[in-house]
C-alpha cells in the first residue's frame, strides 16, 4: 500500500472496486467539497484549453500577492506544493535537511541524497514543536522543515516565535509548510513580515478541495523566488487550475464557511473517537487527527484491513519517524462519512454508543423536482402507496409547504392538503408533524406562516427568513418523532434545489434530504418540455454535497414511446453520472387532488368536450389569491358537468351555477372582482335569475352587504362593500377558526362533513340559515351557511362540501331540473382516491427501477 492520500486508487484496485465506493479518510481534503462556483469557472475556462497556460501564472500569482498584502515578485506557483517542495533544497543550497519528527514524509523526500536529521517530538507534550530541541541539532547552512499546523499532528506553532527563531538563525532556511493553516480560524501567515531566510507554502489543493486540478505556490523573498520560477517546469500549472485559483481568492465566504465546519465537525469527530475503547487522540488545530491504539490485539495495520472491508479507508502512520503501528491518522469528513467511521470503529472496539450519530436512522427517499408542478407531491404519493402495498409502515413528510391549498386535522390543526393526499396514501390520519411548516400567500411578498398547525403572524421575506432557522428546528423535531414511529419515510421537497436564490437558507430540499440521510430522486415534466436540459442544469449549479445526495433522475408525464428516450438518458448519464430511473406517463384524469393551483389555473385536467354527456355547465371564478381549490375537484369526476374556470365576464356566459371560491385575501380580491367586472355581471345574473350562485368561505363573504376588518388584516382598507345579494355582515378577526365540522343542510335533508377555515364571522338571520350544526356549536353564533328564500343564491363556511357523492349529485340535478332536464337520481361518480392511489402506484411501479430505490433506502 502507498503512503500518501493517493493510494485511494491502489486500495481500489486491490478490492476491486471503484475509488468512488470508498469513504477516503486517508486524504485531508475539505469537506464541503469543492466551491460551488467551480464547475461553472471550469466551463468559461473550457474555451482556453486549446491555448498554451500562461507559464508565469501573472494573473492568478498577483491575485496571491493581492491576498498576502506581498509583492508579485514573491509569489511562485506550482503544479501543487508539492513540487515547489522538491525544488527548495535545490534553490536554497541547504547541506543538511531537519525535519522534526513526526512531520510530512514528503519533506524527507524532497531531500534528495541531502542528509536528514529527525529530532524527536515528544508525545507527552503531544508533540508539539519544541524549539529549543530544533535549537540544540540545527547547524550553518541546514534547512528546517515546519509544518503549520503539522501533519500528522495538527499541532500549530506560535507565528511570532518562528519569526524570531529565524531572525535569531540567519545562517539557517526554513520552509514553512502552511498547507492546512486555511482551516484555522483566526490564524496569522507568516508569509506577511517573514525574514529573508524563510520560505512559506500553501496549498490550494487541500483547502478548495481541488486535488486533481494540483494548485499551490510558495511566498518567498524575491531572490529565492526568482530562483524558484527558474527551476520550475514550463506550464507546469494547467489553464483550468490558474482560472480556478484566482476565483478561490475571490470566495472569502467559502473560506469562512469552511473553517466553521471544519472546527465543528473536528470537535464532534474528536468527542466521539475518544468514547471508544483502546483509543486515544490528539489535540489538533487541522482538518485531521492523530489517534493511536492502545487496545491490546490492534494495530493500525490490522485495523486498516478490517475498515476496508467496510469501504472505509484510513491514513496508517507507521511510516512517520516518531510513530510506529500503533498510530493512524482520519480527515475530518462531512457529517455522514464520519457517523459511518464510528459505526465501524464502534462495532470494532467497542465503547458508550456511537455518540456521533444523533439523527434517526429510518430509510428514507426524498422526491424533488426540476420547478414547481414537476409532480413531486403525486410522484411521493406513488412511493408511499406502493411502500404500503410491500408492507412497509411509510409516512410522509414535507417539512415546508407553500400552499393555498389546506385541511384541518381532528385535533384542529391546519396543514398542506398535499400531505393530506399522501397521508391517505399510506393509510394514515393527517397528521400535522407531515407538514409542520405551511406558508400562505397573502401577498406577491409576504404570507401567513403556520407553524405545527397553528399561526404564528403575517410575515415578509425578510422576517422569514430570519425566522427560518426556529422553523427548521421544528421542523426537524417533526421528522425525528415520525422517523421513530415508522419503519420509512417519503420526504418531498419543494420548487427546485436549483434555485440560487433560495438555496443559502434552504430548509426544505437539500438540507432536509442530508438531515433525514435521505437520498433525492430528481423529477422532471417532460411534458413542459426541456426536461433533460433542467436535469443537467439542476446538477450543474448543486454543491458537491448535494450531488452526492442524488441517486437518479424519474422523467414525468410523458406521452408517447419510452425507448425511443435512449439517447437522452445516455447523455444525462455523461454529463451528471446519474441514471435516468423511469418515466411515468402522463397520467389522464388521475383524479387526485392537484399538488398547487397551477393546475387548477391551467384547467389541465379538464375533459375534453368529446368526453362529456350533455349536462350543466359549473363556472369557478378564479381569484388571484385563490385557495382551497381542490373543493371542486369532485366535479370533474360527473359525466354530466363542465367544469370551466371564468377570468372574464365573458368566461361566465352559459353557466348553470357560479362558484367564488376561497380567498387567502378576501378584500383584495373582492376589488378585483369589481375592476374586471367579474362581480357586476355576478350580480347581473343573479338578479335575472340566470345562474345559481354559490360562494364558499371567502366568497361566501364576498356575498354579503358588507366586510369589515378593524384590526387592517387584510388592507389599510377598515370596511369593504360586498356584491350585496344576501343581507350578510362579516367581521374579520385575529383568531382564525380551524374546526372540522358535520352539519344538516337543510334543503336536500343531507348531512355534510367538511372543515372550516377562515378569520371570519359571519352573522345571518336564523330564517336565512342554510346548515345546522350536527354536534354542538359551543354556543358561536356565526353562520356556518345562508341561502336567498329562493335558494339560487347560497353560501357556506364548509370546505369540502361537494366531497359528498349523495349532495353534490342532488345540487347538480337540481341545476338540471331548472335548465329543463331530467336529474339522474343516483350517486353516478364515486369520489373515492383510493382506486385513483391504487392505479397511480401501480403505473409508478411498472415504470421507475423500485429495486434501485429500495436497494438506496436500505430495504
Same mark, same amino acid.
Given at each position: ?10 486500495? !481500489? ?42 507559464? @508565469?501564472?501573472?494573473?492568478? !500569482? ?87 499546523? *503539522? ?55 487541500? +483547502? ?23 527551476? /520550475? ?9 490558474? #482560472? ?10 467559502? $473560506? ?24 486515544? =487522540? ?22 486498516? /484491513? ?21 498510530? +493512524? ?19 470494532? +472496539? ?13 430509510? !428514507? ?7 414547481? *408542478? ?30 393555498? *391549498? ?24 393527517? @397528521? ?33 427568513? *430570519?425566522?427560518?432557522?426556529?422553523? +427548521? ?49 430528481? !423529477? ?26 442524488? =441517486? ?97 365576464? /365573458? ?53 354579503? #352587504? ?39 343542510? #337543510? ?5 355534510? #362533513? ?9 352573522? $345571518? ?35 369540502? =362540501? ?10 347538480? @340535478? ?21 382506486? $385513483? ?23
Amino acid at each position: 500500500m502507498t503512503k500518501h492520500g493517493g493510494n485511494i486508487y491502489g486500495l !481500489a484496485a486491490q478490492l476491486d472496486t471503484d475509488p468512488e465506493d470508498i469513504l477516503d479518510f486517508s486524504a485531508n481534503i475539505n469537506p464541503l467539497g469543492p466551491p460551488e462556483w467551480l464547475r461553472a469557472e471550469i466551463s468559461r475556462a473550457i474555451g482556453l484549453i486549446s491555448h498554451y497556460p500562461d507559464p @508565469d501564472c501573472s494573473k492568478l !500569482a498577483a491575485a496571491i500577492a493581492d491576498y498576502h498584502n506581498v509583492t508579485r515578485r514573491q509569489i511562485v506557483v506550482g503544479n501543487g506544493s508539492t513540487e515547489l517542495l522538491h525544488l527548495l533544497p535545490q534553490v536554497l543550497n541547504a547541506s543538511r535537511i531537519v525535519i522534526p519528527a513526526p512531520s510530512y514524509a514528503g519533506y524527507g523526500e524532497s531531500a534528495g541524497k541531502r542528509p536528514i536529521v529527525e529530532p524527536r517530538l515528544s508525545e507527552n507534550e503531544n508533540f508539539a514543536l519544541n524549539l529549543e530541541v530544533i535549537e540544540e541539532t540545527v547547524r550553518p547552512d541546514d534547512l528546517v522543515y515546519l509544518g503549520r499546523p *503539522n501533519n500528522p499532528t495538527g499541532d500549530l506553532p506560535n507565528a511570532q516565535e518562528l519569526r524570531n527563531f529565524a531572525f535569531e538563525h540567519p545562517d539557517n532556511s526554513f520552509v514553512i509548510d502552511e498547507s492546512f493553516l486555511g482551516f484555522v480560524p483566526n490564524a496569522e501567515s507568516l508569509a506577511v513580515g517573514m525574514p529573508s531566510n524563510m520560505a512559506v507554502l500553501r496549498s490550494m489543493t487541500k +483547502f478548495y478541495a481541488i486535488p486533481g486540478l494540483r494548485l499551490g505556490y510558495a511566498v518567498a523573498d524575491s531572490e529565492t523566488a526568482a530562483a524558484l520560477r527558474e527551476r /520550475r517546469l514550463e506550464w507546469s500549472v494547467n489553464t483550468l487550475a490558474q #482560472k480556478v485559483g484566482v476565483a478561490a481568492l475571490r470566495d472569502g465566504d467559502y $473560506a469562512r464557511r469552511s473553517r466553521g465546519k471544519v472546527v465543528e465537525l473536528r470537535a464532534r469527530l474528536e468527542r466521539a473517537l475518544s468514547g471508544i475503547n483502546g483509543l486515544k =487522540t490528539y489535540p489538533s488545530t487541522a482538518n485531521f487527527i492523530l489517534v493511536r491504539i492502545e487496545a491490546n490485539d490492534w494495530d493500525a495495520r490490522k485495523l486498516e /484491513r478490517k475498515l476496508l472491508e467496510n469501504g472505509i479507508a484510513i491514513r496508517v502512520c507507521d511510516n512517520f519517524t516518531g510513530l510506529g503501528s500503533p498510530f +493512524f491518522r482520519v480527515a475530518v469528513r462531512p457529517h455522514h462519512e464520519n457517523q459511518r467511521l464510528m459505526e465501524s470503529l464502534t462495532s470494532i +472496539f467497542g465503547g458508550p454508543g456511537n455518540q456521533y450519530a444523533k439523527k434517526p436512522g429510518t430509510p !428514507a427517499v426524498m422526491l424533488q423536482g426540476t420547478s414547481s *408542478n414537476a409532480g413531486k407531491s403525486v410522484l411521493t404519493a406513488a412511493l408511499c402507496r406502493i411502500l404500503l402495498q410491500d408492507g412497509v409502515r411509510v409516512v410522509p413528510f414535507k417539512s415546508q409547504n407553500m400552499s393555498l *391549498n389546506s385541511f384541518v386535522t381532528r385535533d384542529g390543526d391546519e396543514m398542506g392538503r398535499a400531505q393530506v393526499v399522501q397521508a391517505q396514501a399510506c393509510r394514515l390520519d393527517p @397528521d400535522v408533524r407531515m407538514n409542520p411548516i405551511l406558508l400562505k400567500p397573502n401577498t406577491d411578498v409576504g404570507c401567513q406562516v403556520i407553524m405545527r398547525g397553528q399561526p404564528v403572524g403575517n410575515m415578509r421575506v425578510g422576517k422569514y427568513v *430570519n425566522y427560518k432557522k426556529e422553523a +427548521f428546528d421544528a421542523a426537524k423535531q417533526c421528522y425525528n418523532s415520525l422517523a421513530q414511529e415508522y419503519d420509512a419515510v417519503v420526504l418531498e421537497g419543494a420548487g427546485s434545489p436549483g434555485e440560487v436564490n433560495l438555496k443559502d437558507h434552504d430548509i426544505v430540499n437539500m438540507r432536509m434530504a442530508h438531515y433525514a440521510g435521505a437520498p433525492v430522486l430528481l !423529477a422532471g415534466d417532460i411534458d413542459r418540455g426541456g426536461v433533460y436540459a433542467s436535469f443537467v442544469g439542476t446538477m450543474e449549479v448543486l454543491a458537491e454535497w448535494e450531488r452526492a445526495l442524488v =441517486t437518479g433522475f424519474i422523467v414525468n408525464r410523458f406521452r408517447g414511446d419510452a425507448s425511443l428516450l435512449g439517447a437522452a438518458h445516455s447523455y444525462v448519464l455523461r454529463h451528471t453520472g446519474r441514471k435516468v430511473l423511469g418515466v411515468v406517463p402522463y397520467l389522464e384524469n388521475l383524479n387526485l387532488p392537484e399538488e398547487d393551483s397551477v393546475e387548477f389555473k391551467n384547467n389541465r385536467n379538464a375533459p375534453a368536450a368529446a368526453d362529456r354527456q350533455v349536462g350543466v355547465v359549473i363556472a369557478v371564478v378564479d381569484l388571484p389569491h385563490i385557495s382551497n381549490f381542490t373543493d371542486f375537484d369532485a366535479f370533474r369526476i360527473e359525466p354530466d358537468v363542465s367544469l370551466t374556470i371564468a377570468r372574464t365576464p /365573458r368566461d361566465l356566459q352559459g353557466a348553470d351555477a357560479v362558484i367564488i371560491p376561497g380567498s387567502k385575501s378576501v378584500i383584495a380580491d373582492l376589488y378585483r372582482l369589481r375592476e374586471s367586472g367579474m362581480a357586476d355581471q355576478i350580480v347581473k345574473m343573479a338578479a335575472g335569475a340566470q345562474a345559481e350562485v354559490v360562494g364558499l368561505c371567502a366568497g361566501f363573504q364576498m356575498l354579503g #352587504k358588507d366586510i369589515i376588518d378593524p384590526n387592517r388584516l387584510e388592507s389599510d382598507t377598515e370596511r369593504c362593500t360586498g356584491l350585496g345579494l344576501l343581507p350578510l355582515h362579516t367581521q374579520l378577526a385575529s383568531q382564525k377558526k380551524l374546526k372540522l365540522v358535520t352539519a344538516h343542510h #337543510k334543503p336536500s335533508g343531507m348531512n355534510v #362533513k367538511g372543515y372550516e377555515i377562515h378569520h371570519g364571522r359571519t352573522d $345571518a338571520g336564523e330564517d336565512m340559515s342554510l346548515f345546522n350544526p350536527v354536534a354542538d356549536n359551543h354556543g358561536e353564533r356565526t353562520s356556518l351557511g345562508a341561502a336567498s328564500s329562493d335558494g339560487r343564491i347560497w353560501g357556506t363556511y364548509i370546505h369540502g =362540501t361537494f366531497d359528498s357523492d349523495r349532495f353534490r349529485r342532488w345540487f347538480i @340535478d337540481r341545476l338540471r331540473r331548472r335548465r329543463g332536464m331530467e336529474p339522474l337520481g343516483g350517486v353516478t361518480a364515486v369520489y373515492d382516491i383510493e382506486p $385513483a392511489l391504487d392505479r397511480l402506484a401501480d403505473i409508478v411501479r411498472d415504470s421507475v427501477d423500485m429495486d434501485h430505490i429500495y436497494h438506496v433506502m436500505g430495504l
